[in-house]
């Protein structure tokens, strides 16, 4: 079993910056697919983000430009770095790490205010 736990959610006004966290533990294998998505009141979770282990990144074509995924591999730990930040992106941000299947971290909140 993998748990994720995420961090670094909160409130911002729009134009500004958020870092995530992911840390992932337990049986983490090394090598997987990390990634972040998200959620919006009445939307399908959708993908921001992933990285694999050798550091091959995918983004969304609506954050390209303004985040940015890293990884790093000694924690089992997972970073967004989110700039340029719009009310559009308000929405809970869910960690994901796959290997064989999809584990999910509990989310956290982001909300960006105009």
């Known amino acids: 079993q993998v748990q994720l736990v995420e961090s670094g959610g909160g409130l911002v006004q729009a134009g500004g910056s958020l870092r995530l966290s992911c840390a992932a533990s337990g049986t983490v294998f090394s090598i997987n697919v990390m990634g972040w998505y998200r959620q919006a009141p009445g939307k399908q979770r959708e993908l921001v983000a992933s990285?694999?282990?050798?550091?091959?990144?995918n983004y969304a074509d609506s954050v390209k430009g303004r985040f940015s995924i890293s990884r790093d591999n000694t924690k089992n730990t997972v970073y967004l770095q989110m700039n340029s930040l719009k009310p559009d992106d308000t929405a809970v941000y869910y960690c994901?790490?796959?290997?064989?299947?999809?584990?999910w971290g509990q989310g956290t909140q982001v909300t960006v205010s105009s």
């Open positions: 990285i694999t282990t050798g550091g091959i990144t």
């Open positions: 994901s790490l796959t290997r064989v299947k999809q584990y």
